[in-house]
């Protein structure tokens, strides 16, 4: 089993491996409202009778996930999104294109003096690179210095603190390049 929701549609995943992928939409596949969950189907049969009839994957196996009205927009806006993952060459490329992206926050953070990165090199992210200064009083200033800038959502999740550049699908390079830019402006005037 697994929870996707940061990386599903970000690079090939071998589902055959997996017995259940849940994942939420909102990160790298829609907006927010929608599930897609890929479930085995001897899994969909194992829930318990007893559970709420709309609580069953199995509902969802036998009726072509069309028990009850789905949300249609939202499901016509994943359309386009698969659309424009497989005009710009597909779940590969899509790989290629988010390891360029992190690569180039990792190379910045790992040669900074004044950040660093919070996760060890060998369960680093792809999707969210997680950061921190040297103080949380520092963190709290370049999060809002980040802000004025136009760079929104910086600020760690609310348990782990420190600071967190999310570079889903839909990132461009270009956005990477800029916040690189303003760490190194701050760096030379708080390093």
């Known amino acids: 089993m697994a929870d996707a929701s940061s990386d599903l549609f970000s690079r090939p995943i071998d589902v055959s491996k997996y017995g259940l992928i ?17 479930v085995r189907d001897d899994l969909a049969e194992k829930a318990p009778a007893q559970s709420p009839t709309l609580m069953q994957y199995r509902t969802y196996v036998k009726e072509s996930s069309l028990y009850n009205t789905p949300p249609t927009l939202v499901i016509y806006m994943v359309g386009l999104v698969l659309q424009w993952i497989r005009s710009g060459g597909g779940l590969a490329a899509m790989a290629e294109r ?14 900074s003096t004044l950040f660093r ?19 949380e ?35 461009p390079e270009s956005g990477v390049d800029a916040l690189i830019a303003f760490m190194r402006e701050f760096e030379t005037r708080h390093g």
């Not at 939409?25 to 927010?32: E, F």
């Not at 760079?151 to 839909?170: C, I, W």
């Open 117 to 135: 990165g919070t996760v060890h090199p060998d369960s680093r992210s792809l999707m969210n690179v997680c950061f921190r200064t040297p103080s």
């Open 22 to 38: 849940y994942a939420g939409a909102q990160k790298n596949l829609g907006p927010s409202g929608i599930v897609l969950v890929i």
């Open 137 to 171: 009083a520092l963190d709290a200033q370049f999060v809002t210095e980040a802000s004025q800038r136009g760079f929104e959502g910086l600020k760690g999740h609310r348990s782990a603190g420190g600071m967190r550049a999310s570079l889903y699908n839909a990132m």
């Open 98 to 111: 988010n390891e360029a992206k992190a690569r180039l926050l990792y190379d910045f953070l790992d040669g």
